[in-house]
């Protein structure tokens, strides 16, 4: 079953403990993106990547890291959590331009609510 | 996002047509996009449209597009009780960095 996973999907933490959310797709997508969801402002974009060990910053980098060091995998680091970046998170995955198969459509994870205290 | 606007609600009779509006303020925007999230669920990409079309319909869906104005809309015929969801626009210039309106939470009552 085509599908993006993401783990864990419910995770509690306090301030400046470094965590990883992982992301994965099966779809063999050369693109994948990490949103933020907070009540009143949709979704942002965080960090993305159109290929191996090509990523791009956007619109909420900030406290955020990421690597994309094989296609299937995009996790999200936070090095020094803070309650700023409690949020509902979702990794995303699509065909890049270029690719056969291209399309708009992206395929969402089921999100990660992440709590920092 | 704060370069995309949509209200934030809308309650709509089932049968009756709804139509949810957005604005957006790049005018280098190519791609306009309206996705779907039920509740505790990803989005869903329903259509989106290319900037240098005015219309675009899809079985109870139409998008239409104002490029002067920078006022997108989706109307949804014949609403029905499967159709309340949280509805985002967004908007992206290479279909690659995309910026979301805060969502219109539509509810359809009986």
């Known amino acids: 079953e085509a599908q993006v996973t993401q783990n864990p999907r419910y995770l509690i933490t306090v301030t400046g403990k470094k965590l990883t959310v992982t992301c994965s797709q099966n779809?063999?997508?050369?693109?994948m993106s990490w949103y933020r969801q907070d009540p009143g402002l949709g979704l942002r974009q965080i960090y993305y990547s159109m290929n191996v060990e090509v990523t791009d910053k956007g619109d909420v980098p900030e406290g955020y890291k990421v690597s994309r060091k094989e296609k299937r995998n995009f996790p999200l680091i936070l090095e020094s959590p803070s309650p700023n970046q409690t949020s509902l998170y979702f990794c995303?995955?699509?065909?890049?331009?270029?690719?056969?198969?291209?399309?708009?459509?992206?395929?969402f994870g089921p999100g990660t609510r992440l709590l920092v205290l | 996002g704060e370069d995309v606007e949509q209200s934030l609600f809308l309650s709509v009779r089932e049968g009756d047509s709804s139509v949810i509006n957005c604005t957006y303020t790049?005018?280098?925007?190519?791609?306009l996009y309206w996705y779907k999230q039920e509740p505790g669920a990803g989005l869903q990409l329903l259509t989106y449209i290319f900037s240098n079309m005015d219309m675009k319909q899809d079985q109870r869906l139409t998008v239409l597009l104002n490029k002067k104005d920078k006022h997108l809309s989706l109307r949804i015929a014949d609403t029905q009780t499967g159709d309340s969801a949280i509805y985002f626009c967004?908007?992206?210039?290479?279909?690659?960095?995309?910026?979301f309106g805060a969502g219109t939470t539509v509810t359809v009552r009986a």
């Open positions: 967004a908007e992206s210039e290479d279909d690659y960095k995309l910026s």
């Open positions: 995303a995955s699509k065909v890049g331009a270029g690719e056969v198969g291209y399309q708009e459509t992206q395929y």
């Open positions: 790049d005018s280098s925007s190519t791609y």
């Open positions: 779809m063999n997508h050369e693109y």
